[in-house]
């Protein structure tokens, strides 16, 4: 792709994403949302592939379809209520038609059936864009209306979402399915403490953002697309391989890394307002997400043994954004003893 066309892409990313951050009238947000979307096409499909074209093509169908429930659901807003600003979504079913389109373009379920194809179908760049840039936009506009919804239609969506994401993920090979029911599940933990907690839902998106991000420039990294080229990574770049367990343990929740602290959050938050049966579902249901998580780390350190002749070599040649990736990976799994303060700034 030459790059002038690459860079009026991104640019038109960034652009989309900031429209929808700024604006306060739904049309413009709506606008932002569609550039977003008609931005990141030409990405799928610069890969000359039938499985891009597909996914593409999904994407594209399953975007432009909660699109037109966004736009709907806002003009119904406009007509019954007289208002157009984010801030006055009223109307119960401009409400819940709107909740629906925004899962819909994030991927929570039962909406979620279109992400692990469509990652499936793209290179690890666009998987990495895909997987945490594109969801900025429509978990802000939650987030901005956190109050007008509908708590039980997004408590279900939130344990829909955390149980399909374990189960999902539990017999993949390929490492971008894993990763796709991966974010599903946290959308779940996302959703479910929405209604309660905004300021918790910005910070679980943030650091899944964060441990996505280092988890896929890892793979980038040792050019790992399945379970088996993972697990030869340890001969190519051992600090890579050890690093990837310790993040993988932190995207599984497990302490005292720092994916423990927006689950241990929204268990405290979630138990403070009564609601122990369905966090205790959700808590169980994340079990599953980890066990695959374990699986990849096993596949890692324990199924092939270490060539220590050449492999200090080959990571001293291999050093680009090293310095980046070091940073990621410290954020995204010592960040637990930050909790205090934390805690300190949500409340």
């Known amino acids: 792709m030459s790059p002038y066309a690459l860079s009026i892409i991104m640019s038109s990313l960034a652009t989309g994403t900031m429209l929808t951050l700024a604006s306060n009238h739904w049309f413009m947000a709506w606008m932002g949302l569609e550039l977003n979307t008609l931005a990141i096409i030409p990405l799928m499909t610069k890969t000359h592939h039938p499985r891009a074209t597909e996914a593409a093509t999904k994407y594209f169908l399953m975007q432009a379809f909660a699109s037109a429930m966004i736009l ?147 793979f980038m990294n040792t050019m790992s697309t399945t379970i088996n080229k993972m697990a030869m990574s340890w001969l190519k770049n051992p ?24 689950k241990w959050l929204i268990i405290q938050e979630m138990t403070k307002q009564n609601l122990t049966a369905i966090t205790t579902i959700i808590a169980l249901s994340s079990l599953l997400s980890l066990f695959f998580y374990l699986r990849m780390s096993y596949s890692i350190s324990l199924t092939t043994s270490p060539n220590i002749s050449n492999t200090f070599s080959i990571w001293r040649q291999n050093n680009k954004n090293q310095t980046f990736m070091s940073m990621m990976i410290i954020l995204s799994t010592l960040m637990l003893p930050i909790t205090p303060t934390l805690i300190n700034i949500l409340n």
């Not at 995207?251 to 927006?262: D, K, R, V, Y």
Request: with cysteine; aromatic share 10%.
């Open 239 to 262: 600090v890579m391989a050890a690093s990837m367990m310790i993040v993988l343990m932190s995207l599984g929740g497990l302490p005292p890394t720092t994916g423990f602290m927006p």
């Open 72 to 218: 709907f659901s806002s003009t119904m807003n406009a007509w019954f209520m007289g208002e157009w600003e984010i801030a006055y979504m009223y109307h119960p079913i401009s409400t819940a038609m709107l909740t629906i389109g925004l899962a819909m373009k994030l991927g929570i379920a039962p909406f979620h059936m279109w992400l692990p194809d469509v990652l499936q179908g793209l290179n690890l760049l666009t998987c990495l864009i895909l997987s945490t840039w594109q969801k900025i936009a429509p978990m802000i506009l939650m987030i901005q209306i956190y109050s007008q919804l509908n708590a039980n239609l997004l408590i279900v969506m939130a344990i829909l979402s955390t149980t399909i994401g374990g189960w999902g993920g539990l017999n993949q090979t390929q490492l971008r399915k894993i990763m796709a029911y991966s974010s599903i599940a946290h959308l779940g933990w996302m959703t479910l403490v929405l209604c309660f907690m905004p300021s918790l839902t910005l910070l679980n998106l943030t650091m899944c953002m964060m441990m996505t991000t280092v988890m896929f420039m890892m």
